[in-house]
C-alpha cells in the first residue's frame, strides 16, 4: 500500500508493538490528510508523541484504565479497547456518503477482538458503498 494521498481521510490503529509502523505512515502522511489514530498499550508511561499531520487525531488507550468486557479480568484484555474504538470510528465514519477514499491500516495482529474489528469495519466499508481493503500488521 502507498501512504495517503493528499486530503485522504486516514485510520489507522496498533499496539505498542505497531509503534513503529504507526510511526512510518504518519511521517509519509501529508499535512493536508485527516483522520484518526488509535494505540493500544499496556501502561500510561508507553504513551508518547507521534508525527501526526495537523488534521490526525491521535487517540491513547491505556488499557489498565479500561475494564473489560470479559468479568475475571481487571483490565481491558490485549486488543479489546483498540478493537471498540475501531468499530466505533467504522460505524460512525463509514456511510455511503462518506469519502470514498480512505487508507485503513490495523496492527495487534496478535488479538481476536482485532480480528473481529477488522471484519466489521471491512463489512462497514463494504455496505458504504466503499471499495478500501483493510491492511493488517501481520
Not at 27 to 44: N, P, T, W
Not at 45 to 55: D, K, Y
Given at each position: 500500500?502507498?501512504?495517503?494521498r493528499?486530503g485522504?481521510?486516514?485510520?489507522?490503529?496498533?499496539a505498542?508493538e505497531?509503534?513503529?509502523e504507526?510511526h512510518?505512515?504518519?511521517?509519509?502522511l501529508?499535512?493536508?490528510?485527516?483522520?484518526?489514530?488509535f494505540?493500544?498499550v499496556?501502561?500510561?508511561?508507553?504513551?508518547?508523541?507521534l508525527?501526526a499531520?495537523?488534521?490526525?487525531?491521535?487517540?491513547?488507550l491505556?488499557?489498565?484504565?479500561?475494564?473489560?468486557?470479559v468479568?475475571?479480568?481487571?483490565?481491558?484484555?490485549?486488543?479489546?479497547?483498540l478493537?471498540?474504538?475501531v468499530?466505533g470510528?467504522?460505524?460512525?465514519w463509514?456511510?455511503?456518503?462518506?469519502?470514498?477514499?480512505?487508507?485503513?491500516?490495523?496492527?495487534?495482529?496478535?488479538?481476536v477482538w482485532?480480528?473481529q474489528?477488522?471484519?466489521?469495519?471491512q463489512?462497514e466499508?463494504?455496505?458504504a458503498?466503499?471499495?478500501?481493503?483493510?491492511?493488517?500488521?501481520?
Amino acid at each position: 500500500m502507498s501512504d495517503a494521498r493528499p486530503g485522504e481521510r486516514v485510520m489507522l490503529a496498533g499496539a505498542v508493538e505497531d509503534l513503529a509502523e504507526i510511526h512510518r505512515r504518519l511521517v509519509g502522511l501529508s499535512d493536508a490528510a485527516y483522520g484518526q489514530v488509535f494505540v493500544e498499550v499496556a501502561l500510561a508511561e508507553q504513551v508518547r508523541i507521534l508525527p501526526a499531520p495537523p488534521r490526525v487525531t491521535v487517540t491513547w488507550l491505556v488499557r489498565t484504565e479500561r475494564p473489560s468486557a470479559v468479568p475475571p479480568l481487571c483490565f481491558a484484555d490485549h486488543g479489546e479497547a483498540l478493537a471498540a474504538a475501531v468499530i466505533g470510528w467504522a460505524t460512525e465514519w463509514c456511510r455511503p456518503d462518506s469519502e470514498p477514499h480512505t487508507t485503513i491500516w490495523i496492527g495487534c495482529s496478535d488479538s481476536v477482538w482485532i480480528d473481529q474489528a477488522r471484519a466489521a469495519v471491512q463489512l462497514e466499508l463494504s455496505d458504504a458503498g466503499q471499495q478500501v481493503q483493510v491492511e493488517s500488521g501481520e
